[in-house]
């Protein structure tokens, strides 16, 4: 993936000048494609209206691309962009930035004038964009300044994990869990707004696939189970069966090319158990996960996982402790182990599930780490997605709870437990969640953004009351604009 570098200026100010911008661009994008993780490629000065149009049309078509930065060095006037930026697709960028970061006393005269002005050029090109109502981020100040590259690159991780979420395809195990309300959506908007395909494979044909697996392929899985986790169980023979399941899933998510997926404890026909350990391992490997049939957080899961390196998990608010402020997080069996605590390694163990009338399925315990980190929840609201994004701190759990056979994390929710559950439950946020310890609050703004969803917030300066009248404002906002 790449990011094009587009600097905007017209024929005004002679060809001297436009190699000048030429040469300062191309230096602002160089030392861009040193600092950021995703490549920034120099592509070309704008000048004139088919000039804009036609660099945008390549950029739209172009699979590599996944989104412009747009600079004006000089003024650059805008009704020329008006046909490039009303047929944009890509995530766009408006860097308001200047070559120089200060003005030399004796270097300017009128030709330094003409030359770095950005201050109008930037602001006319700005106009434009706000009169087209085109979504954009935008990031001001000096290209190189700490503050300004980590703005661009939460910018490019999201973008990145936009034009993942165009191509996903989420495979379902089944069906939504009976009478459950919040992980329910309308798979025909998730596919316009997000491109998601959401589709079901008959447990039938997983089971059929389970029983192909042969015993080589079963042996090799126990001995990567074994580099990677301790294992605290004699019952070996559950442990094989969810090396089984995993093997047969990755089959057919393979070879239906699918980066996510879900599966329910109530479908579960002609399997022997819930996978576990299966999901867990699936998921370290950077699928997509969301249990009773959540293809919504399957789905985020999968794009916070392309979206940063750093852990992320399907997760579940569990139970508070209103002594301590926190909420213990956990699911059935099903957390990844990517979020586990450094020291020793995440225990494989068998215990009966209560529910779903199966055989003790094996799953992976263990402690989640400490962090600042965030919550995510995608709902349909009926006529529009809503994303809600929780500030929360991890802390390491405040008890061992030796009889809790599950993986846990806790974490304080900001402002603080008793607001933040309030603020949830008024934005009807769900139990299903994604904790990522890499995709920040921001980042999930700049996503929703491009994804042309709504976006809620709630973090140490969350309010109730101001909350409650946001999202009735919101409300009447999305009616407006559907
Ligand atoms: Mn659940």
């Known amino acids: 993936m790449n990011f094009w570098f587009i600097t905007g200026s017209q024929f005004l100010y002679g060809e001297e000048t436009l190699i000048q911008v ?7 994008a160089g030392f861009l494609n040193e600092k950021l993780p995703f490549a920034v490629e120099y592509s070309s000065i704008v000048k004139t209206e088919a000039g804009a149009f036609e660099l945008i049309k390549r950029a739209n078509f172009d699979s590599e691309c996944a989104g412009v930065i747009v600079y004006c060095h000089t003024f650059s006037p805008s009704k020329m962009w008006i046909s490039a930026l009303k047929s944009l697709q890509k995530p766009y960028l408006h860097l308001h930035t200047q070559y120089n970061r200060a003005i030399d006393n004796n270097a300017i005269d009128m030709d330094y004038m003409n030359l770095h002005q950005s201050a109008h050029g930037d602001r006319e090109h700005g106009f434009i964009a706000a009169r087209l109502n085109i979504a954009r981020e935008i990031v001001s100040g000096h290209y190189k300044d700490a503050d300004v590259i980590a703005q661009i690159e939460n910018w490019q991780r999201a973008s990145t994990g936009a034009a993942f979420s165009r191509t996903l395809k989420i495979a379902r195990f089944g069906d939504n869990m009976r009478e459950v309300a919040v992980t329910e959506g309308d ?3 998730a596919q316009l707004k997000f491109g998601w395909q ?5 447990v039938g044909g997983l089971v059929e696939e389970t029983g192909a697996v042969s015993q080589s392929e079963i042996a090799e899985k126990m001995t990567e189970y074994c580099e990677k986790y301790e294992f605290k169980t004699d019952n070996l023979d559950s442990v094989r069966e969810q090396a089984r399941m995993e093997i047969a899933m990755r089959k057919i998510l393979d070879r239906e090319n699918c980066r996510a997926f879900t599966n ?7 399997m022997e158990q819930l996978p576990g350990l299966a999901t867990q391992n699936l998921m370290a490997q950077g699928f997509g996960y ?21 852990p992320s998990s399907f997760m579940e608010d569990y139970t508070y402790d209103y002594d301590a402020g926190l909420i213990l997080g956990a699911h059935m069996l099903e957390v990844c182990p990517t979020i586990a605590a450094d020291e020793g390694k995440p225990q494989v163990e068998v215990h009966a599930l209560g529910i779903g009338g199966k055989n003790p399925p094996a799953r992976l315990v263990f402690e989640g780490i400490a962090g600042l980190a965030t919550c995510a929840s995608l709902v349909d609201m009926g006529g529009r997605f809503r994303l809600i994004v929780q500030d929360v701190e991890c802390v390491r759990p405040i008890n061992s709870y030796p009889n809790l056979p599950v993986a846990r994390v806790m974490w304080k929710p900001a402002p603080d437990l008793k607001t933040s559950a309030a603020a949830w439950i008024c934005a009807g946020g769900a139990h299903h969640t994604v904790l990522s310890y890499g995709v920040s609050a921001d980042m999930w703004r700049v996503w929703a953004r491009i994804m042309e969803i709504e976006f809620v917030h709630l973090n140490a300066e969350t309010n109730l009351h101001t909350l409650e009248r946001e999202l009735e404002f919101g409300g009447l906002l999305w009616k407006l604009k559907n």
């Open 198 to 202: 959401v589709n079901t494979y008959g």
């Open 22 to 28: 030429e040469k300062n661009s191309r230096e602002i």
């Open 290 to 310: 969301g249990g009773e049939g959540d293809w919504k957080t399957s789905a985020l899961v999968a794009i916070a996982k392309s979206m940063s390196d750093k």
């Open 187 to 189: 798979k025909v908007e």
């Open 264 to 270: 329910t404890f109530e479908d579960l026909y002609g």
